[in-house]
């Protein structure tokens, strides 16, 4: 992670030495995620991907003539998955059975961006994107606090595409995955869980 941290702080100063000129600008976000509860021991209980809302403010910092950018936002995010713990006898013995796990996160993804804005004259129309850069997950509640114990702070990597319309309006759909543990049951030698997210959102940047 720090190698990566390292990379990207390098590729933000070759792009700030490249150009003095940046604009910048903010926007309202509002999307959707499709998240699965991936245990390490997967065949011990069952689980399948579930939906979550995602709303927040982004933040882009671009810099002129070369197509690089960074980006941050603040996201509220719910990721959640649903586990069958009845399969089992440890959970089941407890009344527990094919829950729905519900994490709900303050989500700051920092990335590199670059737009293809060389496309003689159609960037203006319509403009595509990519994007990659860490993301921190700061937990604000979990539920089933009985069942799980979850970490208080993930990192994640993602990653995405997209394009920008009108020069205002940015469609992305992208991925992520932590890198470290998202939560672990109390029970059966505590099973390693992690996030790993697909989701879309719109962003609408103010001028």
């Given amino acids: 992670m720090q190698r ?9 100063l070759m792009a700030a030495t490249a150009t003095a000129q940046t604009t910048s600008r903010w926007g309202i976000t509002a999307g959707a995620t499709i998240n699965e509860v991936h245990f390490k021991q997967h065949d011990i209980v ?11 403010v982004t933040g882009e910092m671009n810099f002129s003539g070369i197509g690089f950018g960074v980006e941050a936002s603040a996201l509220y995010t719910l990721k959640q998955g ?3 713990y009845g399969e089992k006898t440890v959970w089941s013995s407890i009344g527990a059975g094919n829950e729905t796990v519900s994490m709900h996160y303050l989500d700051v993804p920092l990335h590199l961006k670059f737009k293809w804005h060389r496309l003689g ?4 129309t319509i403009m595509p994107l990519a994007y990659f850069g860490p993301q921190f997950s700061f937990l604000m509640h979990g539920n089933h606090g009985d069942l799980n114990k979850y970490t208080p702070v993930s990192v994640y990597l993602d990653m995405g595409i997209g394009c920008e319309l009108k020069e205002r309006i940015q469609l992305r759909g992208g991925y992520n995955f932590s890198i470290g543990q998202s939560f672990h049951t109390k029970m059966l030698d505590e099973n390693v869980a992690k996030n790993r997210t697909w989701y879309f959102n719109v ?5």
């Fill in 46 to 56: 069952p689980s399948t991907r579930a939906w979550g809302p995602q709303l927040g």
């Fill in 203 to 207: 962003t609408y940047f103010l001028k």
């Fill in 82 to 84: 649903k586990v069958n």
């Fill in 4 to 12: 990566f941290t390292l990379l990207l702080a390098t590729l933000l």
């Fill in 121 to 124: 004259g159609l960037e203006s």
